[in-house]
């Protein structure tokens, strides 16, 4: 059973950064393909951005395409996302998920393993 837990979220003003951390615990996590979803108030879950399991291919949500950067360590085991000139309207909670294969996956149907979350707030 693989255990994600997300870190690194808050309060930030438009044009400002973030770095999202995603721990794997529980698995081998270069066997994992990784992704990044986010959830808004009265919407739903939607797809940020994913990374294949040993890192080389890497897919972004139009919306977010130039501004944020997936990456993975996986002699950490851990996943980040790097958000650049981050707007109003990716406030939103965060979540990493994982699912055990090689090719990267951006539909949130397809993951096993999910992150409790972490509160991205972008202000005005």
């Known amino acids: 059973q693989v255990q994600l837990v997300e870190s690194g979220g808050g309060l930030v003003q438009a044009g400002g950064s973030l770095r999202l951390s995603c721990a794997a615990s529980g698995g081998t996590f270069s066997n994992y393909a990784m992704g990044w979803f986010r959830q808004a108030p009265g919407k739903e879950r939607e797809f940020v951005a994913a990374i294949s399991s040993r890192g080389g291919w890497t897919y972004y949500a139009d919306s977010v395409k130039g501004r944020f950067n997936i990456s993975r360590d996986n002699t950490k085991n851990t996943v980040y996302l790097q958000m650049n000139s981050l707007k109003p309207e990716d406030t939103a909670v965060y979540y990493c998920?994982?699912?055990?294969?090689?090719?990267?996956?951006?539909?949130?149907?397809?993951?096993?393993?999910w992150g409790q979350g972490t509160q991205v707030t972008v202000s005005s």
């Open positions: 998920a994982g699912k055990r294969t090689i090719r990267a996956v951006t539909s949130t149907q397809e993951y096993n393993y």
